[in-house]
């Protein structure tokens, strides 16, 4: 059974920096993504990753602050998050990637059940 769980997630103000964690079991992805949800609004992409780290996919409105990398020995994505602001207040997920656009949900076929990251102006 395929499982990712996501981990780190919390309270912060602005200004302040967490770190997601993402660990995948039962099978390993050659990308993994990360996407989030703020209330009443769709998924939105945040950032991606190739198998070997060499490449490396962000959205613009988390650029220079928000870095994804991963271990594959732990099979573990992770989102370290700095410089955090009230507008990145949202669930974040993480999800397998399986075919298409890195960007799209529709290109992910398995999804953690999220993390609550809320920040306080």
């Known amino acids: 059974q395929v499982q990712l769980v996501e981990s780190g997630g919390g309270l912060v103000q602005a200004g302040g920096s967490l770190r997601l964690s993402c660990a995948a079991s039962?099978?390993?992805?050659?990308?993994m993504g990360w996407f989030r949800q703020a209330p009443g609004k769709e998924h939105e992409f945040v950032a991606a990753i190739s198998w070997n780290g060499g490449r490396t996919y962000y959205a613009d409105s988390v650029k220079g602050r928000f870095t994804i990398s991963r271990d594959n020995a732990k099979n573990t994505v992770y989102l370290q998050m700095n410089s955090l602001k009230p507008e990145d207040t949202a669930v974040y997920f993480c999800?397998?990637?399986?075919?298409?656009?890195?960007?799209?949900?529709?290109?992910?076929?398995?999804w953690g059940q999220g993390t609550q990251v809320t920040v306080s102006s």
């Open positions: 039962g099978r390993t992805f050659s990308t």
């Open positions: 999800a397998g990637y399986r075919v298409g656009s890195y960007y799209d949900t529709n290109g992910y076929d398995y």
